[in-house]
């Protein structure tokens, strides 16, 4: 299924591990809001290009799009679907909110506007490490939005997890406590849906100058798994079904949950998707693509982007299936997967790094942790 995402570009502050594009200064959204009405518009025949197909997902992620109102947030949701959709609504639409910017009053207009999914980045739970990233919420006040979202009638709410760090100072013992509390405190809430992700260190986020700096010390990869082993545990107890490395989704009675990302999932499965906004990315078949991270160029261009893009090798696409599959419950099928040769599949399974069932190549759950090893693997010359 075909998706549209749109980068809101702005933030209140910086959070410690974060590289994602954004600014600070907020005094452009207005004019920001207008150049992205005139790009979709400019970009309107983009699914055309990619064989007439219709999105059925819209995605408003950043940045932080929870500081945009109701009514922007509205606006946005009504200009992408009269240029991707032929006006109707989207069959999901999923904003991304910060709990610091929530209000019953910003909810329900949020609901109202047509979101039916929201993804609300918590992190954690615990004071002193929301404080470390910082965030700008403490825990009681991620219950309290959680609690909101309900309230104003949202029965989709996905909740962010980092796991795999230290606070400075902080013994793996107490970061595992800490982490047990959070997984333990996510169950009593019973979100539809979590993502949850290692934390990383990026060269352009505070926390990449902080290592380089020496200020900040990695933990060893054997307390990075063991987090990640009782996440595994702890949800599939509470009755989480992992459909891919990082996401999980509450089981109901249907085969397959209702509560899968179903824009994340597109990714995924190499869906064509247009990005719009500074640094966004788009993709149709062959072809990458992305904006310029720049909001004042993005203003001065009125619309007229001129992305940058790659078209990708047939090489470079069986790999990429191979590559992404790979990181979901499904799989790749056993002719994707002909393609690193049967030797290499041959030596995977003996050793259990993968999987073969129902004609399809699967890494093992237990093996989720070290998948980037086991994939780069498989693809080596």
Not at 54 to 61: E, K, Q, V
Not at 140 to 158: H, M, Q
Not at 357 to 380: E, H, M, Q, T
Request: aromatic share 12%; charged share 25%.
């Amino acid at each position: 299924m075909a998706g549209v995402y749109i980068h809101i570009p702005f933030c209140k502050s910086f959070c410690t591990y974060c590289d994602f594009y954004s600014i600070c200064d907020q005094r452009g959204i207005g004019r920001w809001l207008d150049s992205l009405f005139r790009e979709m518009e400019y970009r309107r025949h983009f699914f055309s290009a990619c064989g007439n197909i219709i999105p059925s997902t819209l995605y408003i992620g950043g940045g932080t799009p929870s500081l945009l109102s109701p009514s922007q947030i509205g606006d946005i949701a009504r200009r992408a679907e009269k240029f991707f959709r032929g006006g109707r609504r989207f069959d999901e639409f999923t904003m991304e909110l910060n709990p610091d910017d929530l209000s019953y009053e910003k909810a329900s207009g949020w609901k109202a506007a047509g979101v039916s999914r929201v993804s609300m980045g918590v992190q954690s739970f615990d004071d002193p490490a929301l404080k470390w990233m910082n965030r700008r919420h403490n825990g009681a006040a991620a219950l309290k939005a959680f609690d909101t979202l309900r309230e104003a009638g949202f029965g989709n709410i996905s909740l962010d997890l980092i796991f795999g760090y230290l606070i400075p100072g902080e013994t793996s013992a107490e970061g595992m406590r800490r982490w047990n509390c959070d997984l333990e405190t996510v169950m009593a809430l019973k979100p539809e849906h979590i993502s949850s992700y290692q934390m990383s260190i990026e060269a352009g986020s505070i926390l990449g100058q902080m290592k380089a700096e020496g200020k900040y010390r990695e933990p060893e990869d054997s307390y990075c798994a063991a987090q990640y082993e009782l996440l595994q545990k702890i949800l599939a107890e509470g009755g989480y079904e992992q459909y891919e490395i990082s996401n999980f989704a509450l089981k109901t009675d249907n085969e397959v949950s209702p509560f899968r990302s179903r824009h994340n999932s597109s990714y995924w499965t190499r869906e064509p998707y247009i990005g719009l906004g500074p640094a966004a990315h788009s993709f149709c078949g062959r072809t990458r693509s992305w904006n310029p991270d720049d909001v004042e160029g993005y203003i001065d261009a009125d619309g007229k982007v001129s992305p940058e893009s790659e078209t990708l090798s047939d090489e470079e696409i069986v790999e990429e299936k191979i590559m992404l599959g790979l990181r979901t419950a499904e799989g790749v099928s056993a002719l994707e997967a002909a393609a690193v040769g049967c030797g290499k599949l041959e030596e995977a399974l003996s050793c259990g790094r993968l999987a073969l069932r129902d004609g399809r190549y699967r890494i093992p759950s237990d093996k989720w942790f070290i998948s980037d090893d086991i994939i780069v693997n498989l693809l080596a010359e």
